[in-house]
């Protein structure tokens, strides 16, 4: 008889970094990226950060395929349908793992920001839900959010941390119908979330995240 079974297994990771952590380093950036990108892909968005004081941890899914079938660029997932449940346990110890290891590297009073982008936000929902991770922000940037987790009960408590949500307008995947079924999922689990659109597509816009941090993050810690 055939039966499906399971073995946890060691992973190489790969990630990249932007800045220069140091005693400078007053904002610390835990970017997810979507599905079919690259760690670099959400690196490549703070290269107008001052890296003196901005430092960003990428880390890239550990599903790599290639974009057209046998071919083209390498690419990533975080999940798919198939042994969802495993995935989401092992992208969350690796997660964990990483952040962690930077984490403690960390100034004192460092504002700490776990961001996600599309496949990468839902991912980040995922995380924190099933790991008690401290952050001071939780940016999800065009995602959807989970609807089959309550949120209420995350390891991460998200009810005292600032919940920031951005979209563009001209997102080809958020229509409104989406829109309100994410403010459903929003009220749902009582998450007091700033809601920020902007005239744009589905992609990270390094002017919004420049916009993001002026207005939501900059001075959180002086607030």
């Known amino acids: 008889m055939l039966e499906t079974k399971y073995i946890e297994t060691t992973r190489t990771a790969r990630y990249v970094t932007y800045g220069n952590l140091s005693s400078k380093t007053k904002y610390f950036w835990f970017g997810l990226h979507g599905s079919k990108m690259r760690c670099e892909q959400v690196g490549f968005k703070f290269k107008d950060f001052d890296p003196e004081t901005h430092f960003v941890v990428a880390p890239e899914a550990l599903s790599k395929f290639y974009e057209k079938g046998f071919g083209g660029d390498v690419v990533t997932t975080w999940m798919t349908s198939r042994d969802r449940l495993q995935e989401i346990s092992d992208f969350s110890t690796y997660l964990s793992s990483l952040y962690h290891q930077y984490e403690k590297q960390l100034p004192a009073n460092c504002t700490k920001t776990a961001f996600g982008f599309s496949q990468g936000g839902t991912t980040l929902f995922r995380w924190l839900h099933n790991s008690n991770i401290d952050i001071d922000i939780l940016l999800a940037y065009s995602c959807w959010i989970p609807e089959d987790i309550d949120l209420t009960i995350s390891k991460t408590v998200l009810s005292n941390k600032k919940l ?46 420049a916009n993001l941090f002026d207005k939501h993050i900059k001075d959180i810690k002086d607030a």
């Open 164 to 209: 920031i949500y951005t979209y563009g307008k001209q997102d080809q995947f958020l229509t409104q119908e989406r829109i309100e079924k994410v403010n459903l999922v929003v009220k749902k689990n009582n998450l007091i979330m700033n809601v920020e659109s902007y005239d744009g597509d589905h992609r990270i816009d390094r002017t919004q995240l």
